[in-house]
T-cell receptor
Framework: EAGVAQSPRYKIIEKRQSVAFWCNPISGHATLYWYQQILGQGPKLLIQFQNNGVVDDSQLPKDRFSAERLKGVDSTLKIQPAKLEDSAVYLC?????????????FGPGTRLTVL | AQSVTQLGSHVSVSEGALVLLRCNYSSSVPPYLFWYVQYPNQGLQLLLKYTSAATLVKGINGFEAEFKKSETSFHLTKPSAHMSDAAEYFCAVSDRDSSYKLIFGSGTRLLVRP
């Protein structure tokens, strides 16, 4: 079974530029998550999708971050414009159903460096 | 609100020694508790989870953790460290009140000395 795929693996941009990350969850997983992991910290949930609907985006900085999950499969997370403090690893995860007992499977992440 | 505290950002042990990584949580309702491991340049992998069944939970790679409600703890242990255990370990909590969002601790990096 293929795992959660993410691309690119690494991205370096200058502040005020735009960037987009892509995630392909495990086939059949209805729930998809985007996390931000700043160096030295644990992952922090940015947004959760159930199929193509948003379940929780309370911690997403909506003035600069946006995410979509068209057709309830792949997802894209965008930052526009980027700030220095956005430097982090962006992790995508998926589960079969809603969270709780269902294990979240994580992708390898995209490491973003903002100069 | 839920929170997780992991004591010690770095823990160093000798190969073959006991591994003990500490995790304390706060939750106003019965929690689910998790330990994840993250190897360099990889995503997180679930080691084990507590879901209100047995308080002693066994996971992969010889790790286990014990849920102690009175101490609000969920410490991770392994009797004998192996070089391949060197990684970052994250404790996480979720519960009904948070709609089962995973709240992670800040992580503990385990170093294994030969």
């Amino acid at each position: 079974e293929a795992g959660v795929a993410q691309s690119p693996r690494y991205k370096i941009i200058e502040k005020r530029q735009s960037v987009a990350f892509w995630c392909n969850p495990i086939s059949g997983h209805a729930t998809l998550y985007w996390y931000q992991q700043i160096l030295g910290q644990g992952p922090k949930l940015l947004i959760q999708f159930q199929n193509n609907g948003v379940v929780d985006d309370s911690q997403l900085p909506k003035d600069r971050f946006s995410a979509e999950r068209l057709k309830g499969v792949d997802s894209t997370l965008k930052i526009q414009p980027a700030k220095l403090e956005d430097s982090a690893v962006y992790l995508c995860a998926s589960t079969v159903g809603l969270a709780g007992l269902n294990e979240q499977f994580f992708g390898p992440g995209t490491r973003l460096t903002v100069l | 609100a839920q929170s997780v505290t992991q004591l010690g950002s770095h823990v160093s042990v000798s190969e073959g020694a006991l591994v003990l990584l500490r995790c304390n949580y706060s939750s106003s309702v019965p929690p689910y508790l998790f330990w994840y491991v993250q190897y360099p340049n990889q995503g997180l992998q679930l080691l084990l989870k507590y879901t209100s069944a047995a308080t002693l939970v066994k996971g992969i790679n010889g790790f286990e953790a014990e849920f102690k409600k009175s101490e609000t703890s969920f410490h991770l242990t392994k009797p004998s460290a192996h070089m391949s255990d060197a990684a970052e370990y994250f404790c996480a909590v979720s519960d009904r009140d948070s709609s089962y969002k995973l709240i992670f601790g800040s992580g503990t990096r385990l170093l294994v000395r030969p």
